[in-house]
């Protein structure tokens, strides 16, 4: 027997997150590409983007055509040839986001024609990481979550990211209550 989802955001009714959800409005367009298999874990934080942010659209199609990106779009992906978000003459009106591990996001790079003609632009170094959940060993490896919202702190000075954070830490601290305590303090 099949287990019940949630209609809204097609997680598992344990693991739905539209109680975390609040509106953001944003001037700046967010495409999520995602990893196949990347939206059925309980744990990833592109649904909190996809669903609190008014201008974001959720793609895991990437791989199968070449879409056409409006003009000034822009791939957040670091690298050497990616420009520094927070030094450039004007930010990207529509910007594109990859979701997954970072080796599923290098791999979706990898593969795609299309995100590799985009222009990058990468976050300044130094943000840490606040999802103890999930880890990784690269030190200035964020959630998608996390990324988003640095960037768009960047781009749009101001707005209000209250929304995103506190969907964020409602999602760790809800799958932390879940954990046995002695698995628990390994992530304390």
Same mark, same amino acid.
């Given at each position: 027997?099949?287990?019940?989802?949630?209609? &809204?955001?097609?997680?598992?009714?344990?693991?739905?997150?539209?109680?975390?959800?609040?509106?953001?409005?944003?001037?700046?367009?967010?495409?999520?590409?995602?990893?196949?298999?990347?939206?059925?874990?309980?744990?990833?934080?592109?649904?909190?983007?996809?669903?609190?942010?008014?201008?974001?659209? !959720?793609?895991?199609?990437?791989?199968?055509?070449?879409?056409?990106?409006?003009?000034?779009?822009?791939?957040?992906?670091?690298?050497?040839?990616?420009?520094?978000?927070?030094?450039?003459? /004007?930010?990207?009106?529509?910007?594109?986001?990859?979701?997954?591990?970072?080796?599923?996001?290098?791999?979706?790079?990898?593969?795609?024609?299309?995100? &590799?003609?985009?222009? &990058?632009?990468?976050?300044?170094?130094?943000?840490?990481?606040?999802?103890? !959940?999930?880890?990784?060993?690269? &030190?200035?490896?964020? /959630?998608?979550?996390?990324?988003?919202?640095?960037?768009?702190?960047?781009?749009?000075?101001?707005?209000?990211?209250?929304? !995103?954070?506190?969907?964020?830490?409602?999602?760790?601290?809800?799958?932390?209550?879940? !954990?046995?305590? /002695?698995?628990?303090?390994?992530?304390?």
């Amino acid at each position: 027997m099949a287990r019940a989802s949630c209609p &809204k955001c097609n997680r598992l009714i344990i693991h739905c997150i539209c109680a975390l959800i609040r509106p953001l409005a944003c001037r700046t367009q967010v495409t999520l590409v995602q990893y196949p298999g990347e939206e059925n874990h309980p744990l990833g934080t592109a649904a909190l983007v996809q669903g609190a942010l008014d201008c974001a659209l !959720l793609r895991t199609d990437a791989l199968l055509a070449a879409p056409a990106w409006p003009d000034g779009t822009a791939l957040l992906f670091p690298g050497e040839e990616a420009s520094n978000l927070a030094t450039l003459a /004007s930010a990207p009106p529509h910007l594109v986001v990859l979701d997954g591990t970072w080796r599923k996001a290098l791999r979706l790079y990898e593969q795609s024609p299309a995100l &590799k003609a985009l222009p &990058k632009v990468c976050l300044p170094q130094g943000a840490a990481s606040r999802y103890r !959940l999930r880890s990784t060993r690269k &030190k200035s490896a964020l /959630s998608t979550v996390e990324a988003v919202m640095m960037a768009l702190a960047i781009i749009e000075p101001g707005i209000d990211l209250s929304p !995103l954070e506190d969907g964020f830490e409602g999602l760790i601290e809800r799958a932390m209550t879940r !954990l046995p305590a /002695s698995v628990r303090q390994q992530y304390l």
